[in-house]
């Protein structure tokens, strides 16, 4: 199985200001023969169900502003929030798609500073 | 607009069954796979099963495999999940997700979600 771990845990920033989640994989999850990372992040308010953000590693689900880019490849990614809003606060999860099962990340909660 | 709908959830003692059900819509039905993904009280996200568009294929975490079974009905456009053998660790928020488009390569992620369903296995 391909364990996805999240970093931190939890995480407080201040209005405005730029939030940096990281995900590691204990296997690649790029795949040579398209050169596509099987990484997507998901975002899930309080009370709500999971929402996609981003696949592809670092590409946007239709409707995502824009303030939310995913980065990395292989082994490392990141998902950061350029500009922090009241509405992001929420629990984020990464997951890889390479195989599977299909594994989450332990999640990572934002809140505000 | 996709719209899922779980219902079937409710409580049960240990070693009793459960059978879930998802009503899909806005979408072509048969054309993606399905899936449960649960999430316990407080704690992150378990991908559970899966089928295929036809309802050919079907795929389990190891942790219910032999107890659990993921089918569907295209014609009524519903998904089910029958739960045997319950115990205290299946309490959960069982979520009906829709697969993203079928890949060459590759396994599940999840591009609509429904509200869940809450299981609760007890005494």
């Known amino acids: 199985d391909i364990v996805m771990t999240q970093s931190p845990d939890s995480l407080a920033v201040s209005l405005g200001e730029r939030a940096t989640i990281n995900c590691k994989s204990s296997?690649?999850?790029?795949?040579?023969?398209?050169?596509?990372?099987?990484l997507a992040w998901y975002q899930q308010k309080p009370g709500q169900p999971p929402k996609m953000l981003i696949y592809?590693?670092?590409t946007r689900e239709s409707g995502v502003p824009d303030r939310f880019s995913g980065s990395g490849s292989g082994t490392d990614f990141t998902l950061t929030i350029s500009s922090l809003q009241a509405e992001d606060v929420a629990v984020y999860y990464c997951?890889?798609?390479?195989?599977?099962?299909?594994?989450f990340g332990q999640g990572t909660k934002l809140e505000i500073k | 607009e996709v719209q899922l709908l779980e219902s079937g959830g409710g409580l049960v003692q240990p070693g009793g069954s459960l059978r879930l059900s998802c009503a899909a819509s806005?979408?072509?039905?048969?054309?993606?796979?399905m899936s449960w993904v649960r999430q316990a009280p407080g704690k992150g996200l378990e991908w559970v099963s899966g089928?295929?568009?036809?309802?050919?294929?079907?795929y389990y975490a190891d942790s219910v495999k032999g107890r659990f079974t993921i089918s569907r009905d295209n014609s009524k456009n519903t998904l089910y999940l029958q739960m045997n053998s319950l115990r205290a660790e299946d309490t959960a928020l069982y979520y009906c997700?829709?697969?993203?488009?079928?890949?060459?390569?590759?396994?599940?992620?999840?591009?609509?979600w429904g509200q869940g369903t809450l299981v609760t296995v007890s005494s």
């Open positions: 997700a829709k697969n993203c488009p079928p890949r060459s390569f590759g396994s599940y992620s999840w591009d609509s």
């Open positions: 806005g979408f072509t039905f048969s054309s993606y796979a």
């Open positions: 089928i295929s568009g036809s309802g050919g294929s079907a």
């Open positions: 296997q690649s999850v790029l795949y040579s023969s398209n050169n596509k990372n099987y």
């Open positions: 592809w590693a670092s």
């Open positions: 997951q890889q798609y390479y195989s599977s099962p299909p594994l």
